[in-house]
């Protein structure tokens, strides 16, 4: 149990190196570095913090057992660190889900279909553009600032109560349908779960939110 922990910690602080490493050089290169590099990079990142091996070295081949006297001893100080760092996830996780289903509700009472026809048979024109194989439902919803895709079963995009122009809307149902092609609601699950199991790390922290910014501007650059 104790050396899971210290896997874990171990990964943390390799990762958060290898994180502040690409993010010096991403002040260096500057723009010859696209967004769309700079987020398959960050998925490799994320990739090296859910999987916490590290090598390690050989054990030996020959090993004695000495055995010990039995005793009572008192519980480690390792433990209850370890301890606390599985209540801190569990409440971390218990917070997003209960977030999500929040969420999840609001946009169920306060969204209604499309009422102009335009703006449905111009999402239609789009995704028909984009070889889009699945439907996508369209919705607007009045408690939102700003566009979104949502539902990893049924996946929908939401348009805030407000008006677009042509030209907005092509750019808006552009963007929400790449973040679908690209599966970035799996993606956002993924960073969630890291963010939860390094609830710890404030760097990782740092990097979650680097992460999601690079998502949103591959996606600008793309439209």
């Not at 922990?5 to 570095?33: E, K």
Request: neutral net charge.
């Amino acid at each position: 149990m104790n050396n899971d922990f210290l896997t874990i910690l171990t990964c943390s602080v390799v990762m958060t190196g290898v994180s502040l490493l690409f993010l010096g050089l991403r002040q260096l290169t500057g723009p010859a570095y696209s967004a769309r590099w700079r987020r398959i990079t960050w998925l490799l990142l994320l990739l090296g913090f859910l999987i916490p091996y590290r090598p390690r070295p050989a054990s030996p081949l020959f090993t004695a057992t000495i055995p010990a006297l039995a005793s009572h001893s008192p519980v480690r100080p390792e433990r209850w660190i370890f301890l606390f760092w599985l209540f801190g996830v569990m409440v971390a996780l218990a917070l997003r889900l209960i977030q999500h289903i929040q969420f999840t509700q609001s946009v169920q009472r306060l969204s209604h279909p499309i009422s102009d026809e335009n703006i449905s048979r111009w999402f239609q024109q789009v995704c028909l553009e984009m070889g889009m194989d699945r439907r996508i439902g369209l919705f607007q919803v009045s408690g939102i600032s700003s566009p979104m895709l949502t539902g990893l079963r049924h996946p929908c995009v939401l348009l805030p109560d407000q008006a677009f122009s042509e030209e907005e809307l092509t750019l808006i149902f552009r963007h929400e349908l790449i973040h679908f092609q690209r599966k970035d609601l799996w993606y956002q699950c993924l960073l969630e779960l890291v963010h939860c199991i390094h609830w710890f790390n404030p760097l990782a922290w740092i990097s979650y939110e680097r992460m999601c910014l690079d998502m949103e501007v591959s996606c600008d650059e793309k439209t």
